[in-house]
């Protein structure tokens, strides 16, 4: 008889059976919250995403995550259904097929073939299905912001918890506040004004994605499989995110058919308080400081 790794047995009692071991996948990070296993099972193939406790409560992207937006990870592993649901509705791009989840513990969805999406690969195509994707996500304004099924705070709480956040994540990297670079950036917080907020993927990266043939068209799809770390937040946090992730050619597309659905917004007084705050989330792993505010 298989068994699902690291489940109870009350905890496997409503999942498709198994029809052979599951095979673990090594982590891509040192840090991964997650550790993943292929499971083949009579329902078809699945991905299971079972939550590693120790390595999160050390994350300061969840760290991060959860003292601003209140995000509520690992226990918001228990709304992944929703989210799955939200994602199908608002985006544009292929996500897996949810099966199951528990909070705190896993997430069990089916598996989608094809080739993972590396950041020396990328095709213009995907590029495009990304900033359609981000495009429509992007219509679904909110005036709170928060997690994403439940956002909470107004648009006034947003300079305060921003800047109280970020004196949290410099204490946790031991960085000193009299850095003039880090008190430049917090002094700063306080002018920020946001009064719209979308849905966001925080640790939006290639590694989030695969691209796969769906369909009859054989056309090469960029396919989201990561999607835990979706929240309510400011517009320009996420473009400011894009623009690290994607080449300066990538960013120049991205941004003319974002701009199709969307006039594109002022970033000046906004970005170097949300490269500190994704400098201090670890987003890309860089270490300098003062390098990560130059690359854009």
Request: aromatic share 10%; net charge negative; hydrophobic share 45%.
């Amino acid at each position: 008889m298989f068994t699902y790794p690291q489940l109870t047995a009350s905890e496997q009692a409503g999942l498709p059976k198994l029809i052979a071991q599951p095979l673990a996948i090594p982590n891509k990070f040192e840090d991964s919250t997650h550790q993943l296993f292929y499971c083949p099972t009579d329902h078809g193939d699945m991905i299971l995403k079972v939550c590693n406790q120790a390595t999160l409560e050390a994350s300061p992207f969840w760290l991060g995550a959860n003292h601003l937006f209140a995000a509520d990870f690992p226990d918001s592993l228990a709304n992944m259904h929703a989210t799955h649901y939200f994602l199908k509705k608002n985006g544009t791009l292929t996500i897996p097929d949810f099966v199951a989840a528990s909070a705190r513990r896993f997430v069990l969805s089916h598996f989608i073939a094809g080739k993972d999406a590396e950041a020396e690969q990328i095709t213009d195509q995907w590029v495009i299905q990304l900033a359609e994707h981000i495009a429509t996500l992007h219509q679904c304004i909110n005036r709170k912001w928060g997690p994403l099924h439940a956002p909470q705070f107004s648009a006034t709480q947003w300079p305060g918890r921003l800047h109280e956040t970020l004196v949290y994540l410099v204490n946790q990297h031991g960085m000193l506040m009299t850095d003039p670079l880090v008190s430049q950036v917090l002094a700063h917080t306080k002018n920020i004004r946001e009064t719209e907020f979308v849905p966001v993927m925080l640790d939006l990266r290639w590694d989030q994605f695969r691209c796969s043939e769906l369909g009859d068209s054989g056309k090469h799809d960029l396919v989201l499989i990561d999607i835990d770390a979706f929240v309510i937040a400011p517009r320009p946090l996420d473009l400011v995110l894009l623009e690290y992730v994607l080449t300066p050619p990538q960013w120049a597309l991205f941004k003319r058919h974002y701009m199709q659905k969307h006039a594109w917004p002022d970033l000046h007084a906004q970005k170097p308080c949300y490269q500190l705050l994704l400098f201090l989330m670890n987003i890309l792993g860089e270490r300098d400081l003062s390098q990560w505010m130059q690359r854009i």
